[in-house]
């Protein structure tokens, strides 16, 4: 093993280690019973594990190319976790879509279920979860006493949720207790196991109650009541989930100009789906129309699956080579109490748990299609499955860092929002229902750029704009807005303009990083002329491993 590959095989083992919950999502084994702590102290010697690693790899003698690119991919990750912490964001690291709160709540739909043994560490890391919520509320409360909060909205946001986990919000049922009845249901038969079970599922609605209680006594009172963060915490957001510097107000004009042409291209589309009625008609047609449509949760699982797995057989060997382990996807429904949006979680390090994809279903028992179809090929193959599966299968040219830690948002979504169109290009999408849903989730994207610059950097909406122009952007008009241009359901919008405030920078990332995408992609066949062949580009393209933007520009120009 190469110097640079032993640094990083020794780094994921300390990150799972001081990381319990990272080390299930890795899938590295004997940790699954522990839980973090997310206390000032622990967050200082995660930094310091940074600085050590990289002067480690600042002495480390590279050997080849492979050495290289995952030398300078770690050495750029580390550098960004260190400008979060050294900005002590840790402080402020609440949000209603991701923090420790919800992190030690997912973590229980990522672990086995098979044996005693299984549920036996479900048990040890339930029980445990009030210990972690009271070192995550010590990182809080020094926030307090610095000055270095949130906005209202978020920890409002995050304290309803855990309602939601614990039962006590209106038509909820406890999420803990709902793993007592999984365990019931598990064909393990311990009695005193079960025990353990139903009093570790109690002591995790104690701890979860208690949060939502700190949440609401403690800590909206003293946050902040203004949702924009400004241009240097956006800056250093954007910086980190994309691993490149985006200019923030071409950017801005940027995303106006894409979301004007996904509307011309929806008006088009309309045409073909309800001539002379507009989109609005079109999609009041793909949203009633019952052969539209599937009925039932369990129906569209099934449907959903399928989809994954057609999608799978018919790529491989055609515009993909998917390694064998990255064939199998599990598709999923999300538990209730978390953010309306289709998520993706990885395969372990060994495979033994597949790639999923998860939907929250807000409660619907009825699906129209026309908008899935995009969506399942963002989430699942070909795109977050077929790039993150392949990075982890790929064992003998990527460093386990890169394998199980690395990447930025924007390489991350900027593939799947890639996908998609590819998906379009390769004609999958010639059903204009479907290629309006994609549309739509283009608009959607679009419109994201404008309002998280527009919204935490208080931009005002240009002139020429039929949608209130010369005005500052606020949260209000944000909502409104995305209601107007998104065209997904108000709920689902909602819960969109909650998260972008909480996790400034993010939500420009499908777009910044389908951009880098499609530009290499470009230059690529510019360069290669006639001999450009777009399944060799793609493997390629999935080899590289995680890295920021700027870094990958750099590598396709090497070519």
């Known amino acids: 093993m190469s110097q640079v590959f032993d640094i990083a095989d020794r780094y994921v ?12 999502y890795m899938g590295v084994p004997g940790h699954d019973h522990e839980m973090n702590d997310f206390s000032p102290e622990m967050s200082e010697a995660s930094a310091q594990l ?10 480390a003698r590279v050997e080849d190319e492979r050495d290289r690119i995952a030398r300078d991919a770690m050495r750029d990750s580390l550098r960004l976790n260190l400008d979060q912490h050294d900005a002590n964001q840790h402080f402020r690291s609440l949000s209603m879509i991701h923090s420790p709160v ?17 549920w036996a560490n479900i048990a040890s890391r339930m029980a445990r979860i009030p210990t972690a919520l009271d070192s995550y509320r010590r990182t809080l409360e020094e926030g307090l006493s610095r000055g270095l909060v949130v906005a209202r909205r978020q920890a409002s946001e995050t304290a309803g949720q855990c309602d939601v986990w614990t039962g006590a919000a209106e038509g909820s049922a406890s999420f803990f207790q709902a793993l007592v009845d999984a365990f019931d249901e598990s064909g393990v038969d311990s009695a005193g196991l079960r025990s353990d079970l139903a009093a570790a599922a109690s002591t995790a609605e104690e701890g979860v109650t208690e949060m939502a209680r700190f949440l609401r006594e403690t800590y909206v009172p003293g946050a902040s009541d203004r949702d924009a963060v400004g241009e240097e915490r956006y800056s250093l957001g954007a910086r980190g989930y994309n691993g490149i510097e985006p200019d923030l107000r071409e950017t801005y004009d940027w995303g106006w100009e894409q979301l004007a042409w996904v509307e011309s291209e929806m008006a088009e589309t309309a045409e073909r789906i309800a001539p002379g009625k507009g989109v609005e008609a079109a999609k009041e047609l793909l949203e009633t129309d019952p052969a539209r449509a599937i009925e ?21 060997g055609t515009h993909f080579d998917i390694p064998e382990p990255v064939k199998n996807i599990e598709a999923l429904i999300a538990p209730p109490g978390g953010a309306l949006a289709m998520y993706y979680t990885p395969p372990s390090e060994d495979f033994s748990r597949p790639g999923r994809t998860w939907y929250p279903t807000g409660g619907k028992t009825r699906f129209p299609v026309w908008g899935e179809v995009s969506i399942a090929y963002h989430e699942g193959v070909p795109g977050h499955h077929f790039h993150l599966g392949t990075t982890v299968a790929l064992s003998e040219q990527l460093s386990r860092f890169q394998r199980l830690l690395g990447g930025t948002s924007g390489q991350i979504e900027g593939w799947a929002l890639y996908a998609e169109r590819l998906m379009g290009e390769l004609g999958y999408l010639e059903n204009p229902d479907y290629y309006l849903g994609m549309l739509r989730a283009q608009a959607l994207r679009s419109v994201r750029v404008i309002i998280d610059i527009g919204m935490h950097l208080e931009l005002a909406i240009p002139d020429g704009q039929d949608f209130h122009p010369g005005q500052v952007w606020t949260p209000e008009l944000g909502l409104e807005f995305i209601i107007l241009k998104s ?10 303009v909650d998260r972008y405030l909480g996790i400034p920078g993010q939500a420009i990332s499908y777009k910044v990083g389908e951009r880098e995408w499609l530009a290499a992609r470009e230059e690529s066949k510019q360069r290669l002329g006639s001999s450009f ?21 750099e590598e396709f120009r090497r070519e």
Not at 13 to 24: D, G, Y
Not at 50 to 59: F, H, I, K, V
Not at 296 to 316: N, P, S, Y
């Open 13 to 24: 083992e300390r990150i799972a280690e001081m990381s319990p919950i990272s080390a299930t």
């Open 533 to 553: 062949d777009l399944k060799e580009w793609h493997t390629r393209a999935l080899s590289l491993g995680p890295m920021g933007l700027t870094q990958m520009r």
């Open 487 to 496: 065209h997904f359901p108000a709920d689902f919008v909602k819960s969109e």
């Open 50 to 59: 940074d600085r050590d690693t990289l002067a480690e790899l600042d002495t």
């Open 102 to 118: 919800h992190s030690v709540r997912q973590v229980f739909d990522l672990m086995p279920r098979e044996t005693e043994e299984h």
């Open 296 to 316: 039932g949760e369990a129906e569209f699982k099934v449907w959903m699956q399928e989809l994954q797995d057609r999608t799978i057989a018919e790529l491989d």
